[in-house]
């Protein structure tokens, strides 16, 4: 009897042994269900193999085998065991977590109606000469959807038994029931066949005929972008692009052009964009420019069965274009001819709990395993891939002009906050500059990246602060709903009316966020439209959509937002930005901090004269002279970069060396301490090629009454790092971690 290997949702680094019942046809991806202790699960069969090292008796059969959705790759298989390998993460729970939900269930997926009838993948492997000859009608069958798919009505021609045959053929997973009409080619089959057959060269990709469709050509590329796509278009195999383009470069354009020409030789695309609320409107954009091409969307705002359908459309080859955020990097694409990572370098790539992974590294990977091109799009990209281009290891094109002819970059100034006046967090300066603005009708932005009304409340008599009692962060005052709310637990209160510590009844909100600002702007100008843009105030679904309308139908003078409002959006008014309090970055314990300031700030800044109207863009600060600002000024992303890498270089830090964060957080302050100095001994004792640094508290040393801390690894070389971890990750997993939760970052970003 054949052994299927299955990957179940389990935290443990195995595959499961099942037994299957003869005659069944089971498949390499397939999803089965299969008993676990006292449960029933689903999983998917990883490998099938002719015996197990388990007792036979203790080998429980397969339940079901589920035929509702074709098998997974092998390829995406490949690509699944690579981040359970590179992220230290349990292969079943990397597998399953790479699904749709429904396809997580131990219930069979009830799809659309079974319109018509197909082989199934091991029902086109089968040798019809060697199936049993007294299978009469089964034989007839399998040999009439040989030709092609079938409906009931057909195949009950064939004989009067047919219909109950059929059934058998579908249990036994030769034959399958799909949602179209016979007429049409299916091309899940033949992909999934040739990508089973040959997993990662690439060449099961097929280039079917020549497809027409038709495609908005909107512009005439400048010359800049037509070097981009030549570029892209003349290679063959894999080789990763770094588009570093400017705001309003026209990166989109860009973007469009090469799609068109991936989607004329039958090959799908993927787009890759941040998780932000923009989603939907990327979608439409880009269904105007391809108005008749088939493209879905994954996300995780879709509902459970919308997420399942589209990447169904992805796996059967029938979606052309999947434009989707960082889970969408596990989609199967049977035809993949490119992937696009739209602003590469925003951390919502990364993933921050379970598989911790980038979907951007992923991306990189599979377009390597694949053999296909990936382009990396960013104004500022990170220092990882602007290093890599550097090196070569990735290819540079530049957009160093804006697209439009008029449009101009905007100008960019410091206010010295030490030598103006200003009204609770805002100049004098900037005061003046929005009322003209409101005078010429224009609009202005005030971004600021802290939302509440303070971010905290300090009693004058004693010093007290509001801090949580269960995190180690301070309580921010969010004034309009009169209460004190933790943004790291949830945790909240009433404003106490008196000090708590000493009954002073004098207290005072410290700092700035986007309430207290707009209620500075309201006192101000009592005629203005003001309108605030921060989590709190687009909480409902489409609270964000009406205001975008709003701004968009200029029937706002002044948006005060939040880093919400930095990205993407094309405001025709907006022509002046305020950055309220951008100095924290600057001197933060977090070595990526700048390097996140600058790009938010690049990014703002191009949200301010997009169309004919020149931007202005006014940074309050007291280091005016500081040289991300200089540089910002200068629009010098080049010669910042340059600085940072060689600032990393002498530091010690990534690029330059590759990282791994082990975090611990319990109850006990002991326990957790315990386990890392237990941990870090044992790293030391392996005696790898690595630096193993100390144990040290989080950022945020307790969050919602839990003590956390960590440890840092770090090697010169990514191989060095992964030999250490794939020799450490078996000697933690059986370290005492009871009441403990632990994890391995990879990469990490947060620190
Ligand atoms: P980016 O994504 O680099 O910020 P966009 O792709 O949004 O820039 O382009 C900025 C603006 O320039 C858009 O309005 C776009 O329609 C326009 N644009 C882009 N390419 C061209 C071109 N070749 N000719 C004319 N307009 C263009
Ligand atoms: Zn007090
Ligand atoms: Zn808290």
Same mark, same amino acid.
């Not at 009067?160 to 089959?189: D, S, Y």
């Given at each position: 009897?054949? &052994?299927?290997? @299955?990957?179940?949702?389990?935290?443990?680094?195995?595959?499961?042994?099942?037994?299957?019942?003869?005659?069944?046809?089971? #498949?390499?991806?397939?999803?089965?269900?299969?008993?676990?202790?006292?449960?029933?699960?689903?999983?998917?069969?990883?490998?099938?193999?002719?015996?197990?090292?388990?007792?036979?008796?203790?080998?429980?059969?397969?339940?079901?085998?589920?035929?509702?959705?074709?098998?997974?790759?092998?390829?995406?298989?490949?690509?699944?065991?690579?981040?359970?390998?590179?992220?230290?993460?349990?292969?079943?729970?990397? @597998?399953?977590?790479?699904?749709?939900?429904?396809?997580?269930?131990?219930?069979?997926?009830?799809?659309?109606?079974?319109? =018509?009838?197909?082989? =199934?993948?091991?029902?086109?492997? !089968?040798?019809?000469?060697?199936?049993?000859?007294?299978? @009469? @009608?089964?034989?007839?069958?399998?040999?009439?959807?040989?030709?092609?798919?079938?409906?009931?009505?057909?195949?009950?021609?064939?004989?009067?038994?047919?219909?109950?045959?059929?059934?058998?053929?579908?249990?036994?997973?030769?034959?399958?029931?799909?949602?179209?009409?016979?007429? &049409?080619?299916?091309?899940?089959?033949?992909?999934?066949?040739?990508?089973?057959?040959?997993?990662?060269?690439?060449?099961?990709?097929?280039?079917?005929?020549?497809?027409?469709?038709?495609?908005?050509?909107?512009?005439?590329?400048?010359?800049?972008?037509?070097?981009?796509?030549?570029?892209?278009?003349?290679?063959?195999?894999?080789?990763?692009?770094?588009?570093?383009?400017?705001?309003?470069?026209?990166?989109?354009?860009?973007?469009?052009?090469?799609?068109?020409?991936?989607?004329?030789?039958?090959?799908?695309?993927?787009?890759?964009?941040?998780?932000?609320?923009?989603?939907?409107?990327?979608?439409?954009?880009?269904?105007?420019?391809?108005?008749?091409?088939?493209?879905?969307?994954?996300?995780?705002?879709?509902?459970?069965?919308?997420?399942?359908?589209?990447?169904?459309?992805?796996?059967? $080859?029938?979606?052309?274009?999947?434009?989707?955020?960082?889970?969408?990097? /596990?989609?199967?694409?049977?035809?993949?001819?490119?992937?696009?990572?739209?602003?590469?370098?925003?951390?919502?790539?990364?993933?921050?709990? $379970?598989?911790?992974?980038?979907?951007?590294?992923?991306? &990189?990977?599979? #377009?390597?395993?694949?053999?296909?091109?990936?382009?990396?799009?960013?104004?500022?990209?990170?220092?990882?891939?602007?290093?890599?281009?550097? =090196?070569?290891?990735?290819?540079?094109?530049?957009?160093?002009?804006?697209?439009?002819?008029?449009?101009?970059?905007?100008?960019?100034?410091?206010?010295?906050?030490?030598?103006?006046?200003?009204?609770?967090?805002?100049?004098?300066?900037?005061?003046?500059? &929005?009322?003209?603005?409101?005078?010429?009708?224009?609009?202005?932005?005030?971004?600021?990246?802290?939302?509440?009304?303070?971010?905290?409340?300090?009693?004058?008599?004693?010093?007290?602060?509001?801090?949580?009692?269960?995190?180690?962060?301070?309580?921010?005052?969010?004034?309009?709903?009169?209460?004190?709310?933790?943004?790291?637990?949830?945790?909240?209160?009433?404003?106490?009316?008196?000090?708590?510590?000493?009954?002073?009844?004098?207290?005072?909100?410290?700092?700035?966020?986007?309430?207290?600002?707009?209620?500075?702007?309201?006192?101000? /100008?009592?005629?203005?439209?003001?309108?605030?843009?921060?989590?709190?105030?687009?909480?409902?679904?489409?609270?964000?959509?009406?205001?975008?309308?709003?701004?968009?139908?200029?029937?706002?003078?002044?948006?005060?937002?939040?880093?919400?409002?930095?990205?993407?959006? %094309?405001?025709?008014?907006?022509?002046?930005?305020?950055? !309220?309090?951008?100095?924290?970055?600057?001197?933060?314990? %977090?070595?990526?901090?700048?390097?996140?300031?600058?790009?938010?700030?690049?990014?703002?800044?191009?949200?301010?004269?997009?169309?004919?109207?020149?931007?202005?863009?006014?940074?309050?600060?007291?280091?005016?002279?500081?040289?991300? /600002?200089?540089?910002?000024?200068?629009?010098?992303?080049?010669?910042?970069?340059?600085?940072?890498?060689?600032?990393?270089?002498?530091?010690?830090?990534?690029?330059?060396?590759?990282?791994?964060? !082990?975090?611990?957080?319990?109850?006990?302050?002991?326990?957790?301490?315990?386990?890392?100095?237990?941990?870090?001994?044992?790293?030391?004792?392996?005696?790898?090629?690595?630096?193993?640094?100390?144990?040290?508290?989080?950022?945020?040393?307790?969050?919602?009454?839990?003590?956390?801390?960590?440890?840092?690894?770090?090697?010169?070389?990514?191989?060095?790092?992964?030999?250490?971890?794939?020799?450490?990750?078996?000697?933690?997993?059986?370290?005492?971690?009871?009441?403990?939760?632990?994890?391995?970052?990879?990469?990490?970003?947060?620190?």
């Amino acid at each position: 009897m054949p &052994i299927v290997r @299955v990957a179940l949702d389990v935290p443990l680094s195995t595959l499961f042994d099942y037994t299957v019942a003869e005659g069944i046809a089971v #498949a390499i991806g397939q999803r089965v269900t299969v008993p676990f202790g006292r449960r029933q699960m689903a999983g998917v069969v990883m490998e099938v193999v002719a015996a197990s090292d388990m007792a036979p008796e203790r080998i429980k059969p397969v339940k079901q085998v589920l035929h509702d959705s074709a098998p997974l790759s092998a390829e995406l298989l490949a690509l699944l065991r690579f981040c359970s390998d590179y992220y230290r993460y349990p292969i079943g729970q990397t @597998v399953l977590s790479a699904l749709p939900a429904r396809l997580r269930s131990d219930k069979p997926v009830i799809g659309k109606p079974v319109l =018509s009838y197909r082989l =199934s993948a091991s029902g086109a492997a !089968l040798d019809l000469d060697a199936f049993p000859k007294r299978k @009469v @009608v089964q034989r007839r069958i399998l040999a009439k959807l040989t030709e092609q798919p079938c409906n009931l009505a057909q195949l009950k021609s064939l004989s009067a038994t047919a219909g109950a045959q059929l059934k058998v053929l579908v249990a036994e997973g030769w034959v399958e029931g799909f949602a179209g009409t016979q007429n &049409i080619r299916n091309p899940v089959r033949a992909e999934l066949v040739e990508a089973n057959s040959c997993p990662s060269t690439g060449s099961g990709r097929t280039v079917s005929s020549i497809q027409e469709h038709s495609f908005d050509n909107a512009h005439i590329l400048t010359g800049e972008q037509q070097r981009a796509v030549d570029a892209i278009t003349q290679t063959s195999g894999y080789a990763c692009f770094l588009l570093h383009g400017i705001t309003g470069s026209g990166k989109t354009e860009v973007y469009v052009h090469l799609m068109h020409h991936m989607l004329q030789r039958g090959g799908q695309v993927l787009l890759l964009v941040p998780e932000i609320n923009l989603t939907p409107q990327l979608e439409n954009y880009f269904r105007s420019r391809f108005p008749d091409v088939n493209l879905v969307s994954l996300h995780s705002g879709l509902s459970e069965g919308e997420r399942l359908h589209n990447w169904q459309q992805a796996q059967s $080859g029938t979606a052309q274009i999947v434009l989707g955020t960082r889970l969408a990097v /596990f989609a199967e694409l049977p035809r993949l001819a490119l992937i696009i990572v739209d602003e590469e370098h925003d951390g919502s790539f990364k993933q921050q709990d $379970g598989l911790r992974y980038s979907a951007r590294d992923v991306a &990189i990977f599979r #377009a390597s395993q694949r053999g296909v091109a990936i382009v990396l799009g960013s104004a500022t990209p990170s220092l990882e891939s602007y290093h890599n281009a550097q =090196s070569g290891r990735y290819r540079m094109l530049r957009l160093t002009g804006r697209a439009l002819a008029e449009a101009r970059l905007p100008a960019v100034r410091c206010i010295n906050i030490n030598q103006t006046v200003m009204h609770h967090g805002i100049s004098e300066n900037l005061l003046r500059e &929005i009322g003209q603005r409101i005078a010429r009708k224009e609009q202005s932005l005030l971004f600021i990246n802290r939302r509440g009304y303070a971010p905290v409340l300090m009693c004058t008599g004693c010093g007290w602060l509001s801090g949580c009692k269960h995190c180690a962060g301070k309580m921010v005052l969010h004034l309009n709903e009169q209460r004190l709310r933790c943004h790291h637990c949830g945790y909240q209160i009433r404003v106490p009316s008196a000090c708590p510590s000493c009954g002073n009844a004098d207290l005072l909100p410290v700092g700035s966020g986007t309430q207290r600002v707009e209620s500075v702007l309201q006192e101000r /100008f009592p005629e203005a439209r003001i309108l605030r843009v921060d989590r709190d105030s687009t909480r409902n679904k489409r609270a964000w959509q009406t205001m975008r309308e709003q701004i968009h139908a200029n029937e706002v003078d002044i948006l005060v937002g939040t880093q919400m409002l930095a990205k993407g959006h %094309d405001f025709p008014a907006l022509t002046l930005v305020g950055v !309220l309090n951008p100095d924290s970055a600057l001197y933060s314990s %977090d070595f990526r901090a700048a390097e996140k300031l600058f790009a938010q700030l690049v990014q703002v800044a191009g949200r301010a004269g997009r169309a004919d109207k020149p931007g202005e863009v006014l940074v309050q600060t007291a280091f005016p002279d500081h040289p991300l /600002f200089r540089a910002l000024q200068a629009h010098d992303f080049e010669g910042w970069a340059e600085a940072q890498l060689a600032e990393r270089k002498m530091a010690g830090f990534p690029p330059f060396v590759y990282q791994a964060m !082990l975090r611990v957080e319990g109850r006990q302050e002991e326990a957790v301490y315990a386990f890392l100095n237990q941990a870090r001994d044992a790293a030391v004792a392996l005696q790898h090629a690595v630096e193993i640094l100390g144990v040290v508290p989080a950022a945020l040393p307790r969050r919602a009454n839990h003590i956390r801390a960590q440890l840092l690894i770090q090697g010169a070389k990514r191989k060095d790092l992964q030999q250490f971890l794939r020799a450490w990750q078996p000697l933690l997993d059986v370290l005492p971690a009871q009441k403990l939760r632990w994890s391995l970052d990879i990469d990490p970003l947060e620190f």
